[in-house]
């Protein structure tokens, strides 16, 4: 008797909570939507997502805008080995992004046969 007791508070415990979280949840995200919260937050993450200009691309690599593909490379494969062995996983990936961002700038369109 008692442990069906008990359990019945639990269940009615855990139906409560669940519905006041719920209530909560809604109310913060009109509370959000009316100060502006969500909009900032989204315009936050667009910011952090752009793709790396060509400028900032140049500068990572250390490239002038002058460089050949073929220099370009070869920075890229240096820098790249550099941080591998004993750089940090972060400046790689910069190395790598600079180096995806100015490869559509040297590519050759392909040629119908």
């Not at 269940?11 to 909009?39: F, P, S």
Request: some cysteine; hydrophobic content about 40%; charged content about 25%.
């Amino acid at each position: 008797m008692a442990g069906r007791l008990l359990a019945n508070l639990l269940v009615m415990g855990g139906t409560i909570m669940g519905r006041a979280m719920l209530q909560a949840y809604r109310k913060a995200i009109v509370n959000a939507n009316q100060t502006g919260a969500a909009q900032e937050a989204i315009n936050g993450i667009r910011r952090a997502s752009k793709a790396m200009t060509e400028q900032e691309a140049r500068q990572i690599l250390g490239i002038s805008e002058k460089s050949t593909w073929e220099e370009i490379v070869q920075k890229y494969d240096t820098m790249f080995e550099r941080n591998a062995k004993n750089g940090s996983f972060y400046l790689q990936s910069k190395v790598h992004r600079a180096k995806e961002c100015l490869e559509p700038l040297y590519q050759k369109p392909d040629v119908p046969n």
